[in-house]
């Protein structure tokens, strides 16, 4: 092998960049509507009036962070008295972490160790010495811990200023998130809202198209393909980001098998895969104790119950009792302690809203009423897969 075999190797895509979730698309298509109102609530800011905070909220891959982000590049684009300052409070979690972050920022200042009145100065001072802007982007804002009081403090800094004001778009895919904030946040929050609808198959068919055009060779790319990536994802979520996987997935796999073109073929293996990367993500973020319990019911079901079987039809399903007995004895080999059957019990509640483990109720039987739980994965790919996260 050597590099000129390597660079003359064949490939369906020609910029695969282009298929990625974290390239910015020129074009957002059909979120005209959702852009505009946004812009329309962000306007006011180049005659020197604070724009509204406005929360936007939608599912996952319904394109909320690339409108936003696309929003702020026409922003830079006209001369203003404002700056657009873009955060992702999965990295910026804490009112002092995003404070700090704004005054180095703004003013290039941001030592650890000040209490945050500190960063709160250089931030109004900046914007008073200028009759300033400040509208600060919250991705995620949901994952912030103490967002009442940073609500509060941009409220309370508002307040103060006499000219120039700080503004918020926060974005969120977390509806319930609501409830958590107190009256006085919320209100303050959601001066204005806009609500990013899940897309229709037709239009993520559109939205693949199009980064299909930027990111596979001509004619690479099957409409079978397109059209099997958009009809799963509409089905399942309505997720943009799913079916550009899906189908950079696919085109991986037809460039592994030395495939000329992408098709539909293709975009089914790319399902499978998809989806074992999607439950691998969700079970290495689980708190260990949700592992514990669900490799136990994974070395459960390799094993078969030890109590006589339920029916025949169903010796997928393990009662509650069996289950836990199987999490002490993991814990013990672990080296883990052990909680209560209650929490057990809480924990399997928490995989079955994850889409784990599903239960059933026993009926009435001769140990009474039971809860039944079945694993809705391979039990030696969860064993494996789990096993690794809990042994490192
Ligand atoms: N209308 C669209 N046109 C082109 N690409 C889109 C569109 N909507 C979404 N995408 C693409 O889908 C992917 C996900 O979009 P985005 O990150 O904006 O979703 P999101 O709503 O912020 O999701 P999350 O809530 O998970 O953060 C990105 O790669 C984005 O480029
Ligand atoms: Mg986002």
């Given at each position: 092998?050597?590099?000129?075999?390597?660079?003359?190797?064949?490939?369906?895509?020609?910029?695969?960049?282009?298929?990625?979730?974290?390239?910015?698309?020129?074009?957002?298509?059909?979120?005209?509507?959702?852009?505009?109102?946004?812009?329309?609530?962000?306007?006011?800011?180049?005659?020197?009036?604070?724009?509204?905070?406005?929360?936007?909220?939608?599912?996952?891959?319904?394109?909320?962070?690339?409108?936003?982000?696309?929003?702020?590049?026409?922003?830079?684009?006209?001369?203003?008295?404002g700056i657009i300052?873009?955060?992702?409070?999965?990295?910026?979690?804490?009112?002092?972490?995003?404070?700090?972050?704004?005054?180095?920022?703004?003013?290039?200042?941001?030592?650890?160790?000040?209490?945050?009145?500190?960063?709160?100065?250089?931030?109004?001072?900046?914007?008073?010495?200028?009759?300033?802007?400040?509208?600060?982007?919250?991705?995620?804002?949901?994952?912030?811990?103490?967002?009442?009081?940073?609500?509060?403090?941009?409220?309370?800094?508002?307040?103060?200023?006499?000219?120039?004001?700080?503004?918020?778009?926060?974005?969120?895919?977390?509806?319930?998130?609501?409830?958590?904030?107190?009256?006085?946040?919320?209100?303050?929050?959601?001066?204005?809202?806009?609500?990013?609808?899940?897309?229709?198959?037709?239009?993520?068919?559109?939205?693949?198209?199009?980064?299909?055009?930027?990111?596979?060779?001509?004619?690479?790319?099957?409409?079978?393909?397109?059209?099997?990536?958009?009809?799963?994802?509409?089905?399942?979520?309505?997720?943009?980001?799913?079916?550009?996987?899906?189908?950079?997935?696919?085109?991986?796999?037809?460039?592994?098998?030395?495939?000329?073109?992408?098709?539909?073929?293709?975009?089914?293996?790319?399902?499978?895969?998809?989806?074992?990367?999607?439950?691998?993500?969700?079970?290495?973020?689980?708190?260990?104790?949700?592992?514990?319990?669900?490799?136990?019911?994974?070395?459960?079901?390799?094993?078969?119950?030890?109590?006589?079987?339920?029916?025949?039809?169903?010796?997928?399903?393990?009662?509650?009792?069996?289950?836990?007995?199987?999490?002490?004895?993991?814990?013990?080999?672990?080296?883990?302690?052990?909680?209560?059957?209650?929490?057990?019990?809480?924990?399997i509640k928490e995989?079955?809203?994850?889409?784990?483990?599903?239960?059933?109720?026993?009926?009435?039987?001769?140990?009474g009423h039971s809860?039944?739980?079945?694993?809705?994965?391979?039990?030696?790919?969860?064993?494996?897969?789990?096993?690794?996260?809990?042994?490192?």
């Open positions: 092998m050597n590099f000129k075999d390597i660079l003359a190797e064949k490939s369906v895509f020609i910029n695969k960049d282009a298929l990625s979730p974290h390239y910015l698309p020129e074009k957002i298509i059909h979120r005209e509507k959702e852009i505009e109102k946004i812009m329309r609530v962000m306007a006011p800011v180049f005659k020197n009036k604070r724009p509204n905070n406005v929360f936007i909220y939608g599912k996952t891959g319904t394109g909320k962070t690339s409108s936003v982000k696309y929003i702020m590049k026409q922003f830079k684009e006209l001369p203003s008295n300052n873009y955060i992702n409070c999965r990295m910026y979690n804490t009112r002092y972490k995003i404070l700090q972050k704004l005054a180095n920022d703004i003013v290039g200042f941001s030592k650890n160790g000040f209490p945050p009145s500190h960063f709160y100065e250089r931030i109004m001072s900046w914007i008073n010495n200028g009759n300033r802007f400040l509208i600060i982007v919250l991705d995620e804002i949901d994952v912030i811990k103490d967002l009442n009081e940073l609500i509060y403090t941009i409220t309370r800094a508002n307040d103060e200023l006499k000219a120039g004001g700080i503004s918020i778009i926060g974005i969120s895919n977390k509806i319930s998130f609501k409830n958590q904030l107190d009256n006085r946040s919320k209100s303050a929050l959601l001066e204005s809202e806009v609500v990013f609808p899940p897309y229709n198959s037709e239009q993520l068919k559109e939205i693949l198209t199009y980064r299909a055009n930027l990111g596979f060779n001509e004619n690479s790319c099957d409409t079978s393909a397109i059209n099997l990536a958009a009809a799963i994802a509409a089905r399942e979520t309505g997720d943009a980001r799913y079916a550009l996987k899906l189908l950079m997935y696919a085109g991986e796999i037809a460039d592994e098998r030395k495939d000329d073109v992408v098709t539909y073929r293709h975009v089914e293996e790319a399902r499978k895969s998809v989806e074992k990367d999607l439950v691998m993500e969700a079970v290495a973020t689980l708190p260990e104790h949700q592992q514990l319990v669900l490799y136990s019911l994974a070395l459960l079901s390799i094993r078969g119950s030890k109590y006589q079987k339920l029916n025949e039809e169903n010796d997928e399903y393990f009662m509650m009792g069996e289950l836990y007995e199987a999490y002490q004895k993991t814990c013990k080999e672990l080296k883990r302690e052990v909680r209560s059957s209650r929490w057990c019990k809480e924990y995989l079955e809203a994850l889409g784990l483990v599903e239960t059933i109720s026993s009926g009435k039987g001769i140990r809860t039944l739980i079945r694993l809705l994965y391979s039990k030696d790919w969860i064993r494996k897969t789990v096993e690794g996260m809990l042994l490192h």
